[in-house]
């Protein structure tokens, strides 16, 4: 009975992307015990989605070697809006919309499960595993396919009074000059300094004849072009691709540098797929140009550093999620 | 006795400009009794700048027809950076570094003083007595020679980890393309919508031969351009002035957008000179732009208003700092 109970203290977090899924199985400590990956493949329909994102937890389960009963809760971030049942109001990249993600998915597994913003996620793993261990003020500067922000204020994550701030990837930053955004502006930080930002750039320069080893990197197809190859291009000192990501860090630094304006935090924490991809490479460039633009009297102990958690950042969020639904 | 101990209730409110000093005095139910003005003439030295803020607390004091004894206590705003014994740490329109101005005035009074910084206080006052009254969360934006920005979050004003938050006027909207700004940057809202912005370009465009009543309306004394003028003018339908003000105007709604996007307040609220001279020429426009550049999610229900206290937000910021000090 009482190897039962302890077993029960189990949850597991799920981050939900646009082109992956990963799930965790952590322990009552909180100490990650199996960790699985499937492709979303969002384009078969969300029914598929809810599918899989439970496979995705079985596979977890079975390479923890740990029975379905074991699981007291599962956490998932998903990359859009969520109303306060589990369902998804709006997720752009995987093409939702009023569904009930939430519902669904415990129907499916038989578990109580939890959905919360990725953002919001990744924001509280930070905060209680990451760079924000211990710190009453910070910002969180998730860079991958989109860019999004999370606020720690005061001790407590601050979205607003409506619920939906932390939107810094749509702080204008080349206002008239700058690119397209996809919400349809022009120069938000995210159409000069995202993942996505990046890739349109340099598959521009590839269609303009420009060389670069990313086209035999992805085999001709520029659709495989993700941060890992872009670090790797990197690496081989390829002049296009360092021209272009050393761009971007310029701009995330001025992005940080307006929210330390603004803030004024103890620190600016850097995440997601393009920082744990080239974070040695862009820190450096970050942080000069966040230096560069934030005046005399607030960038004064202000720390700009990387989260430290790597890719798990949304699954330890979606476990933390877990655990306070299950109230552990 | 009654009467005295009452009127031990009244006090000043002092708001320190780099033109101007205003004083004014306020009664136990922070009714106004009078209100005097002089110019700063901060090229006189910071010890001249503290006899003409006392000289004009007595003048105010006269208008009232008050005593010096019926002071309980001075709030001053000052644009700078103020230590907790109400120094001035660094003051740059004054051209003042660590003045005790506080500690002198007060002895030059005989009656306690305190010093905030101005931006500071106008947001306290627009929290107590404008437009921010009722609300938990909200963001001032104060435009006048400089940009200056105050938040109220959960209720209380935040001013960050180390006291020096609220900087928008030095986000950067324009990277790469915009104007320098006097904090040695470019692009930074500051640079491009402050009324020393829009006064700027008015007198490159005189000096490059364009057509525009401010000519005359200054008597071709381009030092003498403040926002009066320039409303006039914009009265006038002066085109020169209506499209830099214009021009000035969409900037300030992208600084609000990005202010909105990442904090999702319940309202910006518009404060300083510029908005007291030209606030209903600006307004639309304001709004029009904010809400063209933040994404569809954080626009809804967010007020972008004129703080309704004109140019009394620093003297009332300054009385409820004295009132605080008196423990009133």
Redesign the interface.
């Known amino acids: 009975m009482k190897r039962r109970s302890s077993a029960k203290r189990v949850v597991v977090g799920i981050d939900l992307g646009g082109t992956k899924i990963l799930a965790a199985v952590y322990d009552e400590k909180h100490r990650l015990l199996a960790r699985e990956k499937k492709a979303t493949r969002a384009e078969l329909g969300p029914q598929a989605v809810v599918k899989r994102a439970a496979d995705c937890v079985y596979d977890a389960l079975a390479a923890a070697a740990l029975p379905h009963t074991a699981i007291a809760a599962v956490g998932v971030g998903v990359p859009g809006?969520i109303d306060a049942r589990g369902s998804v109001l709006?997720a752009p990249n995987l093409h939702w919309r009023n569904f009930p993600f939430g519902k669904l998915l415990s129907k499916r597994l038989d578990i109580p499960v939890t959905v919360v913003n990725d953002v919001q996620a990744g924001t509280m793993a930070v905060q209680h595993y990451g760079a924000g261990r211990g710190l009453?003020?910070f910002v969180c500067m998730f860079i991958g396919t989109g860019i999004g922000?999370g606020?720690v204020?005061?001790g407590e994550q601050?979205?607003?009074?409506?619920?939906?701030?932390?939107?810094?990837g749509?702080?204008?930053?080349?206002?008239?000059?700058?690119p397209k955004c996809g919400?349809g502006?022009y120069g938000c930080l995210e159409a000069v300094a995202s993942r996505s930002a990046i890739v349109r750039r340099v598959i521009k320069a590839m269609e303009d004849g420009q060389k670069t080893v990313v086209r035999s990197l992805c085999d001709g197809d520029t659709s495989r072009i993700r941060s890992r190859i872009l670090a790797e291009a990197y690496r081989q000192d390829d002049k296009l691709v360092r021209e272009i990501v050393n761009d971007a860090s310029h701009?995330i630094g001025?992005g940080a540098?307006?929210?330390i304006?603004?803030?004024?935090?103890?620190a600016v924490i850097l995440g997601g797929g393009l920082i744990e991809a080239l974070g040695n490479r862009m820190l450096p460039r970050i942080k000069k140009a966040a230096f560069?633009?934030?005046?005399a009297?607030?960038d004064?102990?202000?720390n700009i550093l990387d989260s430290g958690l790597g890719d798990d950042a949304g699954i330890l969020g979606g476990a933390l999620a877990a655990r306070k639904l299950a109230k552990l």
């Open positions: 809006m709006v009453q003020d922000g606020l204020l005061r601050y979205r607003g009074a409506g619920g939906m701030g932390g939107e810094i749509h702080m204008v930053v080349v206002a008239y000059f700058g919400c502006n701009y001025i540098a307006n929210l304006n603004v803030l004024n935090p103890q560069a633009h934030t005046i009297a607030s004064e102990r202000v």
